[in-house]
């Protein structure tokens, strides 16, 4: 006789992944990964990118970071101390060099991540290669999960004016989400509904 045990978590990470559609999938981890990142949409896709790495090699170094991502050292310090101002890594000596910290992430990020990851299959490298697609795709020296919240949004409706992109992101400042949308029409990464 097989004894079958109910998995809520596992019933509804099904339930959530039958249910969205790609592009409100991807909205749904960006809004995960915003959470993660202390709910700052301007977090960039690169910071965002960094967490995962992290999570994915708990324990890891700057210079493990720096050699699988291939970030740039005063680059990714700016990135580590931002992260770890706002709570989202927690730092302690390396047993092997006491210059380095090890690295890993904690409380609120964790949890962001975790719920982001569900959508991958719990698979980093996943998530990382999403995140790469899109820095790939805005092609601004810094774009930030607003950038590919927008991109997103407009994936899902198709066509869209812009207020209801808008009303899509988050609650900051109205001019910040204007001027994010109106930079990626400047740049032709989307198009106008004017055009």
């Not at 993660?36 to 994915?56: E, F, H, M, T």
């Not at 090890?102 to 990020?109: D, H, L, M, T």
Request: glycine letters at 6%; aromatic letters at 6%; charged letters at 30%.
């Amino acid at each position: 006789m097989q004894i079958l045990v109910y998995d809520e978590a596992m019933v509804t990470n099904l339930a959530k992944k039958a249910m969205t559609t790609k592009g409100q999938k991807a909205c749904l981890v960006i809004d995960h990964l915003v959470e993660a990142l202390g709910n700052d949409p301007s977090s960039s896709l690169r910071r965002a990118l960094i967490l995962v790495d992290i999570d994915q090699y708990p324990g890891t170094t700057q210079t493990g970071i720096m050699e699988r991502l291939h970030i740039h050292k005063s680059a990714l310090n700016r990135e580590i101390d931002w992260m770890f101002n706002y709570g989202c890594i927690m730092m302690a000596d390396a047993e092997h060099d006491g210059r380095a910290k090890k690295i890993e992430i904690c409380g609120y990020s964790r949890t962001g991540l975790k719920a982001a990851l569900d959508y991958f299959d719990g698979e980093h490298e996943n998530i990382k290669m999403f995140l790469q697609r899109f820095t790939q795709y805005i092609k601004q020296e810094k774009p930030t999960l607003r950038d590919a919240k927008i991109i997103s949004s407009l994936n899902e409706k198709g066509r869209a004016t812009k207020q209801d992109v808008i009303d899509t992101l988050y609650d900051g400042p109205s001019s910040t989400d204007n001027r994010a949308y109106n930079k990626l029409v400047e740049e032709g990464v989307i198009g106008d509904a004017r055009d």
